[in-house]
């Protein structure tokens, strides 16, 4: 069965992205130099929408909780809910079972699949994809206790207001995932036998770049590995949530630092590793709040705006 622990992370971006405006005083803030109060917070708001996915005992990624008009569900990367590897069956016939976790204690949160419906972009690349997904979720036992401990996003709430935000970006980023170098196979746990740890993560880091392709956009975010110490393969975060985080000097006092986030995009894709240095690449907000998301509110919302 399995449990989360939780950690955070945060490290220097590729190249000048590592800088983040004050909004009110127009300076600049190294990523690596913001006090531990405010990346703890950034981190803790991050990872309440974040949850691993499994299938059948098997981890298969990461995704960011949502809500629109009497839905509630599960964004993520297309990849992750269908490759040549599995494919999540919702069918009436299916078998499979769908966990996974919302605590740092073992335990036992699924939900047959055959109970699931799920909406999916087609890959026309590995590399751009589109490669998005959601996964709706019914009413019941298993979205009510997620439900008790983690937080819906509502991609409904001031949709161009976050569109716009998202894409004035501040030249810091928050992504979320559960890396799969980080997970750990472990023996009876109180009443289970055996137990996966998955442990989630929120990384700090920059945008390196904003690129558009036909309908959709993406970002790119640079990782290095030169000053930091991040996981050697990113595999496991594919579906996570990415945000821009706006960091802002308190009125009060010039020395403290507040924030807003906004979400942003979807990990799908990681490169190689090459002279100390990795980019991902996420769907951004105009692939989301322009394509996506009217897709999945045109088939799933039960309410009214």
Not at 43 to 68: M, N, R, Y
Request: glycine share 8%; hydrophobic share 40%.
């Amino acid at each position: 069965m399995p449990s989360t622990g939780t950690e955070a992370q945060i490290f220097r971006p590729v190249k000048r992205a590592d800088s983040a405006h004050l909004m009110r005083q127009k300076s600049k803030v190294q990523l690596g130099s913001l006090p531990p109060y405010l990346t703890d917070a950034i981190s803790c708001e991050a990872k309440c929408f974040a949850v691993p996915l499994i299938l059948d005992g098997q981890f298969i990624g990461t995704g960011t909780l949502i809500e629109f008009l009497g839905c509630k569900g599960i964004l993520t990367a297309a990849h992750v809910v269908r490759n040549k590897f599995w494919t999540i069956d919702c069918s009436a016939t299916s078998k499979q079972q769908l966990n996974t976790a919302v605590s740092d204690w073992a335990q036992n949160l699924a939900i047959p699949a055959r109970y699931l419906s799920i909406t999916q972009t087609n890959d026309a690349s590995r590399t751009y994809g589109p490669d998005l997904a959601f996964i709706q979720i019914p009413a019941g036992p298993f979205l009510s206790t997620i439900a008790a401990t983690k937080s819906f996003l509502n991609i409904c709430r001031e949709p161009k207001k976050r569109l716009a935000r998202a894409l004035d970006h501040a030249g810091c980023v928050v992504f979320t995932g559960f890396p799969e170098v980080s997970s750990r196979r472990m023996m009876s746990v109180g009443n289970f036998d055996p137990v996966q740890a998955l442990y989630g993560y929120a990384f700090l880091s920059g945008q390196e770049r904003y690129e558009r392709r036909g309908r959709y956009d993406y970002l790119k975010i640079g990782v290095s590995y030169s000053t930091a110490d991040p996981p050697i393969t990113f595999k496991g975060v594919s579906g996570g949530g990415v945000w821009t985080v706006h960091l802002f000097a308190d009125e009060l006092s010039s020395m403290k630092l507040s924030f807003q986030m906004y979400f942003a995009g979807v990990i799908f894709y990681e490169t190689r590793l090459s002279k100390g240095f990795r980019r991902l690449r996420a769907h951004g907000p105009r692939s989301l709040y322009k394509i996506f998301f009217p897709r999945i509110i045109k088939r799933f919302a039960t309410g009214q705006f």
